[in-house]
């Protein structure tokens, strides 16, 4: 390459290195005047505005730094105070719009770098209207007498935040009464008034204008009757038609505690059929209705209570096959403080499981009384089986007919009606309907699950016998189940030797009973319960109780009548009552019976109804219906058939 073009070369290139260096100094100082840009403010103008309102300013600004920027808001050339600039650039001001006119709004911005930015509008607070509020309400106001009438409407102004309302009524004597305003000017009050027309009159007041409105209320006469529709209540007024809610009610009488060291006043207050009480009821064994009246009274003789009874039940009954109740005179004397035996030494003849640590109650007869007078009896029958398993078809009783009625009751001679389990129909009542009556008493309804159940007796040494349920050993109201079953192999057809104890099979002792809480007694007293089942779910033998867990005083014998409950046929089968207690008859000859027909009167009607009743009844004896436990059979006996006949009469 010659010389010349070398220096071209050279020429060329230099020249290249100065415009190189000539556009990236253009470059940098492009970049150092985009970094240091003045802020940019921008908005809208003209805004309106009603006087009395707020003026709202929004306006956006643009830098590279806006946490350091600083902004400087004037209002006609005076400092504004109030405006915000937030992270995202927006500018906003609330101005109250007072003075009615056009403002300008002038905005500067500045930057660290002392760069601003300026922006100017302006606004316009238009005046308020010549007029003053407005009180719209639809026409007159009504409502039936008893009820609110509802006072509402709206409120028409420019700004409902400056207004305030009040309401009375015209020439009462409540004087003004405050009134809200919701934001869109809508308000409602009820207000209540007796039968007739007033004058209510609605003031607003907003900013410097008020207004009143009157306007007619009235109140309508009702057709209905108002008042308490409730029959449970104090004030029930049986000529309400309406329920007016102003029904009240007394509180429950709470229940009364009784000291067990003294249970005088407990036993005076249980006992029913005091102070001639009873009501008649009546015997479905006969053909008329017989108005029996239970009688009871109660005395207390020093350390004792004495009761006199006559034997007759608070309900409806079925005396059985025997037939027919009738009154007795019976006097029991228990000690006021029941003593728990800790002497043994006992005879266990009827109650082999006590081991002779208590003394036993009579395998049949009396072993205790119900409230209403009538004897409590053992578990056993005259033939010596199982009267409640019999009953409930547990086993065949074939040595002679047995079956229970109405609360497991039946009559045996001399027309003594007693209990061989249950009775807790002393406590039970029909709900008045047309088709309940007693012949539809059944054990689940006379029983309050969920409730302990209240006393239904007194046993011979003092202590109470309670309904099926009370309060097991974690304190929840349970049904009390026997702890005795049978033995392996036997039915209950001989009576208590069937049964053997076993402790802790159910909730009661030896005796069928326990120490506990009690509603009349909650820190406790030993008591006996009546028992349905027992823990595994099977008979409830012994049903009351089978010894006596407190002393007896002798005067009681520890059972009462020895020759009661067997009855007075004997034949193949029945041994002849106790020496002492009569030679009874053998059965065929005539005599008053257990079963049979003998001592039955004749029902009303012709003798064709005799023929079917005669035939009914034969048809009874022979035949027993299974049923379980929970549901006793209905023996077609001779309650149901005087019942139709006396239909038919």
Same mark, same amino acid.
């Given at each position: 390459?010659?010389?010349?073009?070398?220096?071209?070369?050279?020429?060329?290139?230099?020249?290249?290195?100065?415009?190189?260096?000539?556009?990236?100094?253009?470059? !940098?100082?492009?970049?150092?005047?985009?970094?240091?840009?003045?802020?940019?403010?921008?908005?809208?103008?003209?805004?309106?505005?009603?006087?009395?309102?707020?003026?709202?300013?929004?306006?956006? @600004?643009?830098?590279?730094?806006?946490?350091?920027?600083?902004?400087?808001?004037?209002?006609?050339?005076?400092?504004?105070?109030?405006?915000?600039?937030?992270?995202?650039?927006?500018?906003?001001?609330?101005?109250?719009?007072?003075?009615?006119?056009?403002?300008?709004?002038?905005?500067?911005?500045?930057?660290?770098?002392?760069?601003?930015?300026?922006?100017?509008?302006?606004? =316009?607070?238009?005046?308020?209207?010549?007029?003053?509020?407005?009180?719209?309400?639809?026409?007159?106001?009504?409502?039936?007498?008893?009820?609110?009438?509802?006072?509402?409407?709206?409120?028409?102004?420019?700004?409902?935040?400056?207004? !305030?309302? =009040?309401? %009375?009524?015209?020439?009462?004597? !409540?004087?003004?009464?405050?009134?809200?305003?919701?934001?869109?000017?809508?308000?409602?009050?009820?207000?209540?008034?007796?039968?007739?027309?007033?004058?209510?009159?609605?003031?607003?007041?907003?900013?410097?204008?008020?207004?009143?409105?009157?306007?007619?209320?009235?109140?309508?006469?009702?057709?209905?009757?108002?008042?308490?529709?409730?029959?449970?209540?104090?004030?029930?007024?049986?000529?309400?038609?309406?329920?007016?809610?102003?029904?009240?009610?007394?509180?429950?009488?709470?229940?009364?505690?009784?000291?067990?060291?003294?249970? *005088?006043?407990?036993?005076?207050?249980?006992?029913?059929?005091?102070?001639?009480?009873? =009501?008649?009821?009546?015997?479905?064994?006969?053909? /008329?209705?017989?108005?029996?009246?239970?009688?009871?009274?109660?005395?207390?003789?020093?350390?004792?209570?004495?009761?006199?009874?006559?034997?007759?039940?608070?309900?409806?009954?079925?005396?059985?096959?025997? #037939?027919?109740?009738?009154?007795?005179?019976?006097?029991?004397?228990?000690?006021?403080?029941?003593?728990?035996?800790?002497?043994?030494?006992?005879?266990?003849?009827?109650?082999?499981?006590?081991?002779?640590?208590?003394?036993?109650?009579?395998?049949?007869?009396?072993?205790?009384?119900?409230?209403?007078? @009538?004897?409590?009896?053992?578990?056993?029958?005259?033939?010596?089986?199982?009267?409640?398993?019999?009953?409930?078809?547990?086993?065949?009783?074939?040595?002679?007919?047995?079956?229970?009625?109405?609360?497991?009751?039946?009559?045996?001679?001399?027309?003594?009606?007693?209990?061989?389990?249950?009775?807790? #129909?002393?406590?039970?009542?029909?709900?008045?309907?047309?088709?309940?009556?007693?012949?539809?008493?059944?054990?689940?309804?006379?029983?309050?699950?969920?409730?302990?159940?209240?006393?239904?007796?007194?046993?011979?040494?003092?202590?109470?016998?309670? *309904? @099926?349920?009370?309060?097991?050993?974690?304190?929840?109201?349970?049904?009390?189940?026997?702890?005795?079953?049978?033995?392996?192999?036997?039915?209950?057809?001989?009576?208590?030797?069937?049964?053997?104890?076993?402790?802790?099979?159910?909730?009661?002792?030896?005796?069928?009973?326990?120490?506990?809480?009690?509603?009349?007694?909650?820190? /406790?007293?030993?008591?006996?319960?009546? =028992?349905?089942?027992?823990?595994?779910?099977?008979?409830?033998?012994?049903?009351?109780?089978?010894?006596?867990?407190?002393?007896?005083?002798?005067?009681?014998?520890?059972?009462?009548?020895?020759?009661?409950?067997?009855?007075?046929?004997?034949?193949?089968?029945?041994?002849?009552?106790?020496?002492?207690?009569?030679?009874?008859?053998?059965?065929?000859?005539?005599?008053?019976?257990?079963?049979?027909?003998?001592?039955?009167?004749?029902?009303?009607?012709?003798?064709?109804?005799?023929?079917?009743?005669?035939?009914?009844?034969?048809?009874?004896?022979?035949?027993?219906?299974?049923?379980?436990?929970?549901?006793?059979?209905?023996?077609?006996?001779?309650?149901?058939?005087?019942? %139709?006949?006396?239909?038919?009469?």
């Amino acid at each position: 390459m010659g010389q010349r073009a070398q220096s071209l070369m050279l020429a060329g290139i230099m020249f290249l290195s100065v415009l190189t260096g000539m556009l990236m100094l253009d470059l !940098s100082t492009n970049q150092d005047d985009v970094g240091n840009g003045a802020p940019i403010v921008a908005g809208s103008s003209g805004s309106e505005f009603q006087q009395g309102g707020i003026a709202i300013i929004l306006l956006s @600004v643009s830098d590279e730094d806006l946490a350091s920027v600083e902004v400087d808001v004037r209002i006609d050339g005076s400092p504004a105070e109030g405006f915000v600039l937030d992270e995202n650039g927006i500018l906003q001001g609330n101005l109250p719009a007072t003075d009615p006119g056009v403002k300008l709004v002038e905005v500067e911005v500045t930057d660290k770098e002392g760069e601003s930015g300026m922006w100017s509008g302006t606004f =316009t607070v238009l005046p308020a209207p010549a007029s003053g509020p407005e009180i719209m309400i639809g026409g007159p106001l009504a409502a039936e007498e008893g009820s609110s009438l509802a006072l509402s409407g709206t409120v028409v102004y420019y700004n409902i935040s400056a207004c !305030s309302m =009040t309401w %009375q009524e015209v020439g009462g004597s !409540s004087g003004s009464l405050p009134m809200s305003i919701m934001e869109d000017g809508r308000f409602h009050e009820d207000i209540e008034g007796d039968v007739g027309t007033v004058a209510i009159r609605l003031s607003i007041y907003c900013d410097d204008f008020s207004q009143t409105t009157d306007v007619e209320a009235t109140w309508l006469e009702s057709s209905e009757v108002r008042g308490c529709t409730d029959e449970e209540a104090d004030n029930f007024d049986s000529s309400a038609t309406e329920d007016d809610g102003s029904c009240t009610y007394s509180e429950p009488e709470p229940d009364a505690i009784y000291d067990s060291s003294d249970l *005088g006043q407990f036993w005076i207050d249980k006992f029913l059929c005091q102070d001639e009480t009873g =009501t008649g009821v009546d015997d479905y064994n006969t053909s /008329g209705h017989d108005n029996h009246v239970c009688d009871v009274s109660v005395v207390l003789d020093g350390d004792n209570v004495t009761i006199t009874m006559n034997g007759l039940p608070n309900h409806d009954l079925e005396s059985g096959p025997g #037939c027919c109740a009738s009154s007795q005179n019976y006097v029991l004397s228990v000690p006021r403080s029941p003593t728990n035996d800790t002497q043994g030494g006992h005879n266990d003849a009827n109650c082999p499981e006590a081991g002779g640590a208590y003394e036993c109650a009579a395998d049949r007869g009396e072993i205790a009384y119900a409230l209403n007078g @009538v004897p409590i009896f053992g578990p056993e029958d005259g033939p010596g089986g199982d009267a409640v398993a019999s009953h409930h078809g547990v086993y065949e009783e074939d040595r002679q007919e047995i079956w229970l009625g109405l609360c497991h009751g039946h009559s045996g001679p001399g027309g003594v009606y007693h209990y061989h389990a249950d009775a807790n #129909c002393i406590h039970w009542h029909t709900d008045g309907s047309e088709d309940m009556g007693w012949l539809d008493y059944s054990f689940p309804s006379s029983t309050y699950n969920g409730s302990s159940s209240p006393v239904i007796g007194v046993a011979f040494d003092g202590y109470p016998i309670y *309904g @099926v349920y009370g309060e097991d050993d974690t304190g929840q109201v349970a049904e009390m189940k026997s702890s005795y079953r049978l033995k392996e192999g036997e039915t209950g057809y001989n009576g208590i030797d069937d049964y053997e104890y076993v402790e802790g099979l159910g909730d009661l002792d030896v005796c069928n009973g326990h120490f506990g809480p009690t509603p009349d007694f909650p820190d /406790g007293i030993y008591h006996y319960h009546s =028992t349905i089942e027992n823990g595994i779910g099977d008979m409830g033998f012994p049903y009351f109780l089978i010894c006596y867990h407190g002393i007896v005083p002798n005067a009681n014998d520890g059972g009462g009548d020895h020759c009661a409950g067997y009855g007075e046929t004997w034949g193949p089968g029945i041994g002849p009552p106790p020496e002492g207690c009569g030679q009874g008859q053998q059965a065929g000859q005539e005599a008053p019976v257990e079963s049979g027909i003998a001592v039955l009167p004749p029902p009303p009607g012709g003798a064709m109804l005799w023929i079917l009743i005669l035939a009914a009844i034969g048809i009874s004896i022979r035949f027993k219906e299974e049923a379980s436990w929970r549901g006793p059979r209905d023996p077609a006996g001779i309650a149901p058939v005087y019942r %139709q006949a006396r239909e038919l009469a």
